[in-house]
């Protein structure tokens, strides 16, 4: 799809928001709005908001970004609330139809519900086929309608929704960031290692919100109170917020990757700032694999906080090697004749001024399949670059994500199937290096909760269905890969 | 709505239409895009198709009219398939979100299926609340969806779908035709009175067909075969067609209304002409409500063949009595300052050169709340009408019906609120009168099977609810009523 | 183009109104708005409004249908009023670019003007030659241009816009029924044979209308005061209107394809109903046309009247013997592997009901191509017509219309490659007659004109650029053609 | 609207793209499209692409930005050629009617022309009474149009095209790139004074390109040539490339405003890089307004570049110190009740992590109205920021522009009503400082032309209507001021 044209990067799935409103100022369908906007990054698929007004729950949600799903009438029409959650989806690829999108709204024996869930859950295809035995029917195939018929199984003799929500989480296993909305109340619930983040956080006194990442708290003026610990539930009603911490126990362990490039470079994840994590990690870099050169530039815009740190490190001069073009959607028309390795000088053009006649360290955060690095390279070398040095802020993906995290199938992965010298020569740089596990494990140290690094490294902090890697070639790092003199 | 701006009509929910194809063609998803063109009449808020290919179903739908919600990508994306099923839905004003628009496609434990029904399940509720309490939750308000439950939850003990299909007819009560697919095959369902026509058809010697209505069969080339018994179950698979009649038994009530309002005049239901029937129910009224006049017109375009009808029969000369505005629809922008009564001048016109200075019988097929009726009367008063005599070629509504036609609520009636004297002074006609009873019972007379004539009666094939009448008022038909010279 | 699919008619170019307000009631825009629904078979390319709010001018027009090119938005924004006008356009296929949709609105040595035509010009392109070697630019293709131009430069010497109205009038040959808007006048032009009809209407005493047809009054609650005279100029300023006649004398030529085709059936155009005139158009035929048969049958929607016509001069009955879809529209996505010929049943169905068995006699309006009637003819054979006659209310199409009609071209005129016979076996009809020149005179006799017939006769009210026929072939009229026994 | 909400820019007018393809690969519809895509920056109001095929021009333009106007359909349908021009517009807010939206393509006495412009005439208006005096009508309020009529009007005597360019550029003032498309060829033209900048390039041997700004020619693989000299005419055509220099000699003033905010960073005009001009003004602005501080950031986008210059400069550590949300566009729905002041975070969000506790010095390219300044430093102070010391890259604007920039009137001008210290404390910060006049012409050293530095000084290269400054008020220049400890 051309949305994704040119990009290489593996992607979180979906952000939620979700906020209860005592103050009877009618804005949470506004707020919810706004919020999504915040975590569009999250999710350019699709999104969805219900508001609940007084137990009446209207929806409204399609394929597309937030300014192509929302337009003035539909807010409208969602109207007034006192509840409302909403969701950026990723991953339409999967979903043919738009009963996938969410938050999904359903009826049961207690009246409606409506939830959003972030990540995947390792067993849900068990818990289908269970449910499916006992005559379900399912209308997507989404994690949230599991979650969902778990708990309105439960909700049959849970005395209470929250405790219907209690007894699920239970069952569930993987990561499940998830926000139901009852006749009556918010609930909020993660998982018992935190895969993903949930923070919670209030606008004034009444107005008490949920999210998957802090800036959404900023788009709307609500003030960060904090994270949900790893499994806890909270619950919200018009008497106050309870906590459920049944399931808590371990330190949790939050996606690495979140630091990396999932999250907003100003959220702020389990107490430690994403951009703060991002300019470390570029530091770390620095240190291990050094270069002289004369500029550091960041491949935009998820390498340039990365960017930032290496040149503070090595002294190197932070410089702009690129000009991304922010009007370039998912609607461009990609010529059928072009190569994909020149329509990369659609999206980026390097900076001549800034690397003519240099040498030049070009920091990224990741790479997946290589593809969009070869033509990126290209584009510095004919802005007259000398030689060119790429640094990655995270270690090659080698291992399957299944906490939502969509890793590239093995035979894509560029890590997978050649050496980090390999790579260098295959997208043309005069080095290359990568940033290693033992650093990776620290950028975003001091953080309350420790990371899942599986991806990186098949360790993961659940038992996992298979822990074989994606592949079974074996890199070896931290070595900066390269030929040129200025490479060691 | 605008769309049913100067509507006074009582409207049917749905049309469906399926097909099953041996020869390879590919043409499923073509056929049931026009078919649903021909059944655009019955459902005017939605449409959807879902393709079978090979098993894999892919399904498009939306709420809209056929060319609103299917362009030629949507086609395409279709693709090709085996197996398709359409539906044109009525009653978007109950179903807020796109879920409720059929078909609906759903996985159970046996794989996928999607279905789509025509017609009102009395015991919905009942059902519904049962399923709840058993943990089961619902994402529409459809009865769809109720049935597929009831098919799933039989499927898990059933050793086919036909015979879960079966099972589960013998617990629906009221009116269900469905159109049901599988993996493997398509099923034709209708209910043991046969409320909903649901006919039979072929193309060529290896494409089955069915459809709401027969003018569907016409559309696309196909061949009537017949309708299905009430209380028939049709499989079709790769090896033929088998029918189940477990349920069959009466001899069928269709509804009489599909002869006055619903269906086309081009289809014939239970082997009796719709238009036919229309013309009789004119010269039924005739016979009725004489009354000397100079031509006769009907009220386009549903009073049409009974003004013909009632013109022969009287032997006064028929006339074009009004042309109606073909590209009003539903977005026309109604002007707020505009009145309703002024603003039917919009949608028709009164033909002057066939009204002025003559005696006109003005035929029309119902009267709901008579909202439309005193503009209309006035378009040709003011076109230079001399009198205006009002034939209904129906009795009026007194009591609700169960089975899918949605009769207005009782203070909303107005054969509720007046006599049929009343009504004529208050609609300002100079006599007016209704088709007795005994008429509208044999308007279709020499179909296969009887009529429900419950919404005038309070009479119905099967044990309602609760049969007290929508109103207490009695109506004492057939006598012409008005005070004109020439009503008598 | 498929929303010309199945349609095998000759088209007039556009419909115009246009409204002065002294109420300052601000309905102008919504008028106008209501007005080109009425118009809109006029045409269905694309539509616009000017409206002149104290001499401040505002428009909206793009290519499509009324609903299409006007939402509430737009409404509001052209906002409120003292003049406005309107026009629908036939003829896209010429015109690429939205420029060429009209109103024009312009500017000039003396402010704003707005302006709209109706009809064709026949010395357009000599005009344009003489303007362009004065150094002039034209943005469109259009007459309106043309004539914009030349009032232009007779305003630069004309003591005010009327006058320069009248003088530019003088230069003009063919046909040109116009309103302008200046910014203090709505003037309305007819060309000296009034070829297009143009009348003058009103709304209470302070609203003076203007419109191609009457029935765009009868849609707004207009009152008809009369139409123009061939070469008058009327012009409507705060103080009233006044009338210009320099170019008045010929009793004038109306078109009259209006009667056939063109105009809507509830208009009056030049005193005489278009309704009545296709009756009697359908006597005629009877009259010349006689064949002993059981039923009469018009062909959708043009048909009709004529068959209603024939039906009592005949005394054969009148039946229905079409049902057409309503629904199919511009957006209908014609099958590529369909056949023209059995692509009409999409919009098509015979009523088996009215003619199985039976002789049937099918009239329709006008044969350009003869196309559709082919598998018109075939649906009523295989809906069981014994056999089939057809009778078309106006003579062939012989020669090419310089006034607005487009004709097909010769080698496309069924007309001028075969013989009435021939026409006859091609279509597969058991008899065929055509309308008489003599009849065709006679169908609105009573009218206040004359009428133009050159299409049938290549002799043309006005000297004409060549006079020779689009083709040489005789047709001998009025014999009925045909084999079977009942032709004679 | 929404669109430019939150913004406090000044604009320019317009981009152009034009290209002559000798090589028969008929990629000059896409070539333009996606050169759009690169001048999108220029002008998010409108665009359009004309195409010469062989003589046969077609259009494509509407409002919007290029993904709105230009689906895969438009781009199909404009289909092959040998020359295109395409157009980026800023204005819509005045221009009412998609004719205003460029290329205008007219017909004149010697065929199609379509042309673009960019720049702004000054004496429009006086040419435009000429052209009405000698009868001419203008459908639009552009500049392109009083260009069209000029050469139009020489070609009537002119031997060619390019000799009617010639003569008809020798009557116009002010500020006019142009490109020209005629049957045979491609003409590119800039004002003697060169006010906008206007590059030559190439594809390969067989395709000359133009366009407002080389980024263009990066984005298609195009290698730069030239710019235009100042008065320079080039013409294209199969032959090869010609200059016309009659209207040379001037070394020319190109907008300073070019290089501070309206070109994009990666683009060269006359010669200097854009991205080192801004870093230039920033090291200027660190030179003459110093302040003790812990970090520069930048206001996204426009202030980057200086802040990194400033950083440089001065010294003090350069941070990532807004985070700006990619996904906000013209389609937001603006709460009514939210304050322009709080609405700002929904665009910008301060990064605390960079901010917190530290002493910020916040760069930012210009200030027009001073509004978003506010809230944008609030969001810093909200964030922990300690001092916030504003440093702006230009001059304050305080004279009219004729040439192209929107400059705000006088009364919204915030430099016309307060004095710098008041504007700082307005503003709320410790101290601001803006760069001074003698700065402002040495950031773009070395280019090829001069500067017109009129909007700051009101001395311009030309003579102007009324060279009086916008505002009375006198600023003195270049005190920073502030009232903090650390603003000297």
Redesign the interface.
Known sequence: MAKYMLEDKAHEECGVFGIFDRSGEN?VV?DT??AL??L??RGQDGCGIVVNDSGIM??HKDFG????V???EH?DKLGSGQIAIGHALYGASLM????NVQP??????KGQ?ALCTNGALMNAAGLR?EL????????T?TDAEVI??MI??ER?SAPSIEAAVERAAGKLRGAFSALIVSPQKLIAMRDPEGFRPLSMGKIGEDKIVFASET?AF????ATFVRDLLPGEIVVVDKEGERSITTHCGSRGHVCVFEYVYTA???S?VEGM?V??ARQRAGAFLAIEHPVEADVVIGVPDSG??AA?GYA?QSGI????GF?K?????R???Q?T?VQRE?AV??KL??????VRGKRVIMVDDSIVRGTTSIPTVRLLREAGAKEVHMRVSSPPFMNPCYFGTDIDSKDKLIACRMSVEEIGRHIGVDSIGFLSIDSIKKIAEGAHCDFCIGCFTGQYPVEVPESIPVCKFEQKLPKTAGSGENAR
């Open positions: 804005t506004f709005y706004m906007y915040a569009q990054h209207r929806s970004l937030v300014p192509e929302f337009n003035r807010i043919q139809t738009r009963s999904m709204m359903v009826r049961h024996v519900m086929e499916e035995l006992g005559g379900a029917i399912f209308h195939i969902a018929y309105t199984h049959l800036c900023d788009s709307i003026g907003r470079p100003d702020v700032s951009h703060k340039l906080d930032l503070k001069p932070y410089g702009v000009i073009n922010r009007y370039i959607g609607t461009f028309i010529p004749q020149t000088r659609i053009n390097a900076m001549a001024e800034t």
